[in-house]
Each structure stands twice: as C-alpha cells, then as structure tokens.
C-alpha cells in the first residue's frame, strides 16, 4: 500500500522532467536553435601517446643529476659503473645537443686540467701527466689543454726543489717531522727560495711554517700555504 502512494506522489515530477529533458545528439543554440554536435573524424584528432615523453624526459633528468654529482664527488672517469663522463655519455645518447650534458663533459675536462695543475705544482709529474691523457680521452681538442701541457713542461724543467712529506707522520708532529722541516728550512735559506707548503689542513701547514721560520734565526722566510690531500713542501728558486 505504501509503496503505491510513493508511486502516485512521484509520478507528475517524473513526467515533468521528461518533457524538459532535449533529445540526445542536440544541443540549444544561442539563439534557440538547436546546433549539430562538434563530431570529428578520428584522423583529425592529434595522435597521442599517454606518459611516454614524460617517461623519457624523467629518465633523461635523472641520468644528468646522478652525472653532477658525480662530477661534485671527482668521480670523473671512475668508477666504471658511476663515473660523471658515463652518465653524460648516455644524457646525450637519449637527447643529442643536451646542453647540460654538453657543460658537464666540459667541466670535467676543465677539473682534470686543475688537478694536473695542483699536481704538478708539488713535483708529481707523472700524476700530472696522467690526468691530461684523462682530459685528452675526453676532448682532445679543448682549448685549455694546450696551455695545461705547456704549463706542466715549464714545471718539470724548473730548477724547483721538491718534498713529498709522509702525512700521518707531520699530522702527529714528530721529532722526525721537525728535523725535515729543519733541513727543508735551511736549504730554503742558502737559496734564497719561497716555500710553498702544502697539506691536508691549515693547522698542519702553519704548524709546518713556523717551524721552519722558527729553526732559521734572524732570516726572513717567505712562503704561501696551500691545501692539499698530500703534505709537501716545495722550494720555488729565484729566477737568474
């Protein structure tokens, strides 16, 4: 009985909303016509490949971020399976002319060339040859590396005098540690020479220049200090 009278009530409304409704396929123009539907062919329409750019374009980001911070992290060339030129290498397999990936091949060779330079400065000239073969392997024709072999020749054929110190030695300040730094001194003496001193802080290294000032009395030592991972001391002489 109850389900009748529900029936009953409802009933005017549904046969309201009925008569309102348009017909499917039409719709009312602006001035109160009724205007054939926007229908296309399917060939018309772009074609469109749901996430695969996306894809690729993430895949591309990924590979340049991981080469950076290998770069950041001086794994230039090594190791094999996460080096910086690698993952620069397949950055523009995927999108030739990347820019980001061009600079970061650059800047390896730019850091190659720095480190032969700091190398070289303390009398490792095999070392310092050793990363420009590495800076050549990855773009032999870079402007800076002609200047880099001119500059690592001038070194190796320098009259400068050179110590590669133990460093676990002058970290603890031994007796032996300032017995080198004794002769180092007086040799820097009797050539009239500028010390530059490297090591892997800078309280060993001043710890290391005041020893030396301190073994030479009434002489005026000249000297610059200079990180490095390496301890040394290098003896620059004075041009004739």
């Not at 000239?125 to 800076?135: D, P, V």
């Not at 300032?178 to 010390?195: P, T, W």
């Amino acid at each position: 009985m109850n389900k009748v009278r529900l029936t009953l009530f409802f009933l005017p409304f549904l046969l309201v909303a009925c008569q309102t409704q348009q017909p499917v396929g039409e719709v009312e123009g602006s001035e109160g016509g009724v205007a054939e539907p926007d229908i296309r062919p399917a060939s018309d329409l772009p074609d469109v490949i749901p996430g695969a750019q996306t894809e690729r374009e993430r895949l591309i980001a990924d590979t340049l971020f991981e080469g950076l911070q290998a770069l950041d992290g001086d794994r230039l060339l090594t190791p094999l399976d996460d080096n910086a030129h690698a993952r620069f290498q397949r950055a523009l397999a995927m999108d030739p002319g990347n820019e980001i990936a061009l600079d970061g091949l650059d800047r390896i060779v730019v850091r190659y060339v720095d480190l032969a330079a700091e190398a070289s400065r303390r009398g490792l000239f095999t070392n310092a040859e050793a990363l420009l073969e590495n800076a050549r392997f990855i773009n032999d024709k870079h402007p800076a590396l002609l200047e880099a072999w001119i500059a690592l020749e001038a070194e190796r054929t320098s009259e400068d005098l050179f110590f590669n110190l133990d460093n676990a030695e002058f970290s603890r300040r031994t007796q032996g540690a300032q017995m080198q730094l004794a002769d180092i001194a007086a040799r820097a003496k009797e050539h009239d020479a500028f010390v530059l001193i490297t090591a892997p802080n800078d309280e060993t290294a001043r710890w290391m220049f005041l020893e030396m000032r301190g073994a030479l009395e009434g002489y005026r030592l000249r000297g610059n200090i200079e990180l490095a991972g390496q301890t040394g001391i290098r003896l620059r002489l004075p041009e004739d």
